[in-house]
């Protein structure tokens, strides 16, 4: 057994509706501007290819069970945003994946927000530098209790929505998406190689906009386990 000089942190983890095991995260790959309005709303136009970044595993923000999961308002931002996002997780990794074998490697499926520092992200956008800090803060990736694919319907259809505070912000279909779940696990996989445990993130539909400490946050797709939140 390997001896550490300090004890490893912990595995980031989601829990799973209906089982006790849970889900240990690997990776976590974002899409950007994944839907025509929202790539609109940000300034772009046309399909583009997918692009990619990545948030740190532990920036995992895990929302267990049905009482709303504390999300602490982070440093350096005026504007936090909050991104509804269809998260998928990898069950049998794969490099150069076909799109019609790309549904064969999700293991299931959950409501995730793509938490924003758009300030700091506009910054780094002006400068061309990384968007690290403007996305892969901590505590940037809350994501609700993963429905196992065979049970989660048809995704491909379902309706994916935000409110904050019980009005509506965010409201589209995941059949709206630029690049599909298949499409974008088929890129993904031409870029790195998946392995189970890796979540992705989709991308979000137009509506994105900033929220408050004390901000209630509620987040859906449709089949799955729902998402809430309290910022503080
Ligand atoms: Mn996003």
Known sequence: MT?????????PSLPIVGMDSRFAVRRIYCVGRNYAEHAREMGASGREAPFFFLKP????LPVEGAAPTTLPYPSLTQDLHHEVELVVAIGLGGRDIAVDE???????YAVGLDMTRRDLQAEMKKHGRPWSIGKGFDASAPVAALTPAAQAGNVAQAGIWLQVNGQERQRSQIAHMIWN???TIAELSRAWALQPGDLIFTGTPAGVGAIQRGDT?????DGLAPLQLVVA
Request: hydrophobic share 60%; charged share 10%; net charge negative.
């Open 3 to 11: 001896a550490y000089v300090l004890p490893p942190a912990p595995l």
């Open 57 to 60: 595993a532990d920036a995992l």
């Open 102 to 108: 790309a549904l064969r490697h999700i293991w299931g």
């Open 181 to 183: 779940v298949a499409e």
């Open 217 to 221: 946050i509620t987040a859906g797709i």
